[in-house]
């Protein structure tokens, strides 16, 4: 009987294979504050967007709207409706030269734009002439293009005394039924010649109620505030204050819906009073 051939060595086991291949170096840990860097550049990015192109929040600083916009009133403003221009971005960025995609306002809108002289405040006043109309104030009653625009007294504007409203511009306090102070002032409806109808406040003859005839240039408007004694808008110079003739560029946005309403009472260290100072009822009215 053969001997049988001696056994092989056994082999060493194989390494185990690498998790990647040769040449390719292992993934770097992502960094938390790059990646949360990127996330607020991009929502920065959209703000922007929206801010500049579609809509934008505004709030209400003055008198000068009531009785439709009272202080304390925010408001969201539509960008697309009269074009685009520089002061359609923030801080009227130079980024858009001259006014594009541009339309001419309706009479009876509400807009936002910069005020002149200087361009930088936003204010917000209604809009009475458009280029080439003419117009003029005759004892407080609009002159449109040698026709008189209706004006119907209505009824009282009556609201409560807050630190949004604190002065009475009239002697007519009372008292309502819930012990609040109260201011009533003289009301009045105007119709405009497009059937635009809007409430107006008219305290009396003031010197701003008779004036010369003004004819609006091209490209501009003439703007006007619905508190007709509080507003100091195209009827006065630059020299008094005024902004005279709007140009189209200046103009940000249309007045669309009101979103918030307060009427000053409200403390931000005592969040209750958030709900308790709210004008619900002035939220979600349209213009």
């Not at 910069?114 to 117009?135: F, H, Y």
């Not at 002032?185 to 119709?191: A, G, K, L, Q």
């Amino acid at each position: 009987m053969e001997n049988a051939p001696p056994a092989e060595p056994a082999k060493p086991a194989e390494a185990a294979p690498q998790p990647y291949s040769v040449g390719t170096a292992p993934e770097k840990p992502k960094s938390e504050w790059r990646d949360l860097a990127s996330f607020l550049v991009k929502l920065a990015l959209i703000v922007f967007v929206v801010r500049s192109f579609i809509f934008s929040p505004f709030s209400i600083p003055s008198e000068s709207m009531m009785p439709r916009l009272l202080i304390g009133d925010y408001l969201f403003i539509t960008k697309w409706n009269y074009g685009y221009s520089r002061h359609s971005l923030p801080w009227s960025l130079p980024l858009i030269p001259g006014r594009i995609f541009g339309s001419t306002p309706e009479r009876g809108d509400v807009v936002v734009f910069k005020a002149p002289p200087t361009d930088n405040t936003d204010w917000i006043k209604r809009v009475i002439g458009l280029p080439g109309d003419s117009v003029q104030m005759v004892h407080g009653q609009i002159i449109l293009n040698g026709k008189p625009v209706p004006k119907q007294r209505i009824a009282q504007f009556v609201l409560p005394l807050t630190p949004n409203f604190g002065r009475c511009p009239t002697a007519s306090q009372s008292m309502d039924a819930e012990g609040n102070v109260t201011c009533s002032i003289p009301r009045f409806r105007e119709t405009l010649p497009n059937g635009k109808t809007y409430d107006v406040l008219d305290l009396g003859l003031r010197p701003q109620d008779d004036t010369g005839v003004y004819t609006v240039p091209a490209g501009h408007v003439f703007l006007m505030g619905d508190n007709r004694d509080n507003s100091t808008d195209s009827r006065f110079s630059h020299e008094e204050g005024g902004i005279e003739f709007v140009p189209l560029e200046n103009i940000e946005g249309k007045a669309v819906v009101s979103f918030w309403s307060t009427d000053g009472n409200a403390n931000w260290f005592l969040p209750w009073t958030w709900f308790t100072a709210a004008r619900w009822s002035r939220i979600g009215e349209g213009f």
